[in-house]
């Protein structure tokens, strides 16, 4: 059933709590989230940003009939290196017995992904994406998401640290970028930005622009709604073919 979307509707967290792994992480907003929430008191954050499981949300998306795009785990990373693989498979389950639901699932932990995914038959309502915040760790990311098989495979380049160079987008359907949020955000290039977007149009591929964050083109720092989310005077919100057949987009 076709229903609206922008870019995600709710999170699911049945994990919580994190390690930092790569430049991308530097400034983690779930960080100084999970702190907030340990000083009140919420289940999953006991140890504050430690990375731990939270049964008790695992079963979440069974409850909910209303067909929903669900982010994945935006307090922590679904492959962090402490998931035991038993709830790795409780939660692909999750996502196995309720078609009506999407799930996107972004992570920097690429190699974990692959090693677990590649073994098995990836589930038709999983959107899979990599972070790409640089050359040196983010391309990497880019190999391993390329070789899985999922409906959507999308690159989150976000914060956009630096030129990327040439990437090479082989099997990639969607490309979202944006600049950093936050008081000790770093400053994002309008040519990194244009060089992104020029490689999506040469190969065809989604192009997303979700936003400037804390310092606009201009490289003048301000408050992120003030920047925006155009680019030379244009909103670029594009979605892969697959998505745009399913939902109704906003
Ligand atoms: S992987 Fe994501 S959640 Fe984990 S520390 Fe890095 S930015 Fe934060």
């Known amino acids: 059933m076709a229903h609206k979307i ?8 049945p994990s919580a709590g994190c390690s930092k792994i790569s430049s991308g992480c530097k400034n983690c907003y779930a960080e100084a ?8 008191n919420t289940e999953g954050y006991e140890n504050g940003f430690k990375f731990n499981t939270v049964p008790s949300r ?16 935006s307090m922590s990373d679904i492959f962090h290196e402490d998931m035991p ?7 692909l ?3 196995r017995n309720t078609p009506q ?15 677990y995914l590649s ?9 899979l994406g990599v972070t790409v915040e640089n050359v ?14 999922a409906t959507v495979l999308f690159l989150s380049v976000e914060p956009l640290l630096e030129d990327l160079g040439e990437i090479n987008l082989t099997n990639i359907d969607w490309v979202i970028v944006g600049g950093e949020s936050g008081n000790r955000a770093r400053p994002m290039d309008e040519k990194w930005v244009l060089n992104i977007k020029q490689q999506c149009e040469i190969n065809d591929i989604a192009f997303f622009f979700k936003q400037w964050g804390a310092w606009g083109a201009d490289k003048v720092k301000r408050n992120k709604k003030e920047n925006g989310k155009s680019l030379n005077g244009k909103i670029w919100q594009q979605y892969p073919e697959i998505i745009e057949q399913q939902y109704i987009l906003v």
Not at 102 to 114: N, P
């Open 6 to 13: 922008e870019w995600t509707e709710q999170t699911w967290n």
């Open 33 to 40: 989230m999970a702190l907030r929430l340990q000083a009140m």
């Open 58 to 73: 695992l079963n979440d998306p069974l409850k909910r009939k209303k067909p929903t795009v669900y982010f994945v785990n």
């Open 85 to 91: 693989h038993e709830y790795l498979d409780k939660i």
């Open 93 to 95: 389950g999750v996502i």
């Open 101 to 115: 639901h999407t799930y996107q699932i972004l992570t920097k932990r690429a190699d974990r992904m692959y090693n």
């Open 119 to 127: 073994k098995k038959d990836i589930p038709k309502n999983i959107w």
């Open 136 to 149: 040196k760790d983010g391309l990497p990311r880019i190999e391993k998401l390329r070789n899985l098989n």
